[in-house]
């Protein structure tokens, strides 16, 4: 056993101390180091800060939007992803903009490389490389952490980013070993440490497919699919620039003698068998439970990315497994394009520790031990963006509490980071939480186009974005603001406009009106209304990007459907002004029930509306607690 001590190297107290160098970590750093805190990163590896465990892409559906919401605060993940992507597309174009999702694929390997290369360059960080064992607690507030060396380190505040690391458990087939990743050690020391605090923990699991030699697959059978001919980016800065050059990827599918040769050797597997009891992502099935639980399906979906511009080794995206290799081998082999497969590493499952997100507040500080945070995994969320918004978050916050600042809390209405940190802390989960756009009830107004918008002054508030970056807003919002004030105040001559309307598919219109009446038209596209004369002028008199063009026609084309969900949102952020005392004695209401009682004491809701999403609690409790509120 080491020596615990006060180590010289480490004289000085921090500001914030974060624990782990994975997506939550490093945004977690890089915020509360750009907002002047002096802050330290404290990782088991620093090759693999902002390390990609899973699958080489960033974004997706309602992922993407997260990715824009960070990068609008002024967190590295749309910058990074945008350095290293290698094929952009825009899911779902043809659906609202409500549904557009940006996706990268990215180089694996450079992507960490960016993330480290970001950090170095960011002022009042330092850097550790050591495991963090245990922590200090005096009278229920964090004081530093223990780490694997014997030193103390001590800190004002301490985030955990630990990811799948705490006491984590891989699985293949019927072997089984200690790890938070393949090839790395688990973190041991610091559950036994928060559970002796009195903090509940569970555990989760999720899984990841066999990497694969590229070489050895046939693409010829494979259903090709290429970028976007006109690619976008996730970041709204100018120093980053949309991609020239792309990769493709490619769909293959399972079979029946795929699912028959998994069906099988169920009984291997550690998901059948009883190794593996906890819960895994329901959304991200492996492919033997897809295979169980959609016996009636003959085929599934398989996605064939490249892990990067300078390596032949493939993520075979869809395929996630905890099998034993010979029968990932086997199975693998009889799909499309793969009977010639050679395999780089299996797949396998991870089961590790999280902590029930109810027991934070919506700040992501604990509510047991002052000035502790919790951020990513550790929390019971999966996937690289709801992890990289939490640890931004969680930055933002600890630097807030250290210097006695107002803290920055995201309402449901104002950001998908809001509504994933208000369904965690507020509602829990027993599953991996992902991320989903129907988990948004005003997706309209928070759509991956208008995030700069929604975010930046916040953003610029609290000293993260720069001030030419908020200009730079504030004067789009303008010129979009301008030209939709043009087209509903601009009339239309009728011939001009008729050619058009034809062009489209639209009977002739009898008699003159507004240009915004006629762009409003879900067949009226921007190409059609260049093209008429009053639009070509004001285009050539004022220099507008294609951001405002976007944002014009967005504005135009939705306006009902915007200005109802912001009525409704409007509502909804009266109750979330009505604020609840921190330490609010429910007892003496005799008008709540015991469970309502219960369950308002568990997770000591911050305002009315969130008190009114806690599962249990119904409109006859809310009332009680407006009259209790003096409303």
Partial sequence: MFHVKQNKMFKSKYDVIVVGGGHAGAEAAASAANLGAKTLLVTMNLQTIGQMSCNPAMGGIAKGQIVREIDALGGYSGVVSDLTAIQFKMLNKSKGPAMWSPRVQSDRAQFALKWRELLEKTPNLDFYQDMVVGLIVKKNTIEGILTGLGNKIYSKTVILTNGTFLNGLIHVGDKNFGGGRVGEKSSTGITADLESLGFASGRMKTGTPPRVDGRSLDYSVMEEQPGDKNPGKFSYLDEVKPLEKQTSCHITYTNTLVHEIMANSFDKS?????????????????????????????RHQIFVEPEGLNTVEVYVNGFSTSM????????????????????????????????????????????????????GQINGTTGYEEAAAQGLMAGINAVSKVFSKDPLILTRSEAYIGVLIDDLITKGTEEPYRMFTSRAEYRTLLRQDNADIRLTE???????????????????????????????????????????????????????????????????????????????????????????????????KYKGYIEKEKNNADKLQRLEEIKIPENFDYSPLASLSHEAKEKLNKIRPATLSQASRISGINPSDISVLLVKMGR
Avoid: W
């Avoid at 029968?327 to 029930?356: C, H, L, M, T, W």
């Avoid at 009226?524 to 063009?549: C, F, G, M, R």
């Fill in 458 to 556: 916040k953003s610029f508030n609290i000293g993260l974005a720069s001030k030419e970056r908020f200009n730079k807003v504030v004067e789009k919002q303008k010129k979009v603001q301008d030209f939709v004030k043009f087209f509903e105040q601009t009339s239309f001559e009728l011939g001009e406009v008729n050619d058009i309307l034809s062009s489209a598919g639209y009977e002739p219109v009898p008699q003159k009106g507004k240009l915004a009446k006629i762009y409003s038209r879900p067949n009226i596209k921007q190409e059609h209304i260049k093209k008429l004369t009053p639009v070509k002028e004001y285009l050539v008199k004022n220099s507008l990007s294609a951001d405002v063009l976007e944002q014009t026609e967005i504005q135009i």
């Fill in 270 to 298: 550690p998901m059948f068998n009883g190794s593996i009891n906890s819960t895994g992502p329901r959304y991200c099935p492996s492919i033997e439970d897809k295979i169980n639980r959609f016996s009636d399906k003959d």
């Fill in 324 to 375: 034993p290799e010979d029968v990932q081998y086997s199975a693998i082999k009889e799909i499309k394009g793969f009977e010639k497969v050679k395999f780089f590493r299996p797949g396998y499952a991870i089961e590790y520790d999280y902590f029930p997100p109810t027991q934070l507040k919506l700040t992501l500080e604990t509510k047991l031990v002052e000035n502790l945070f919790f951020a």
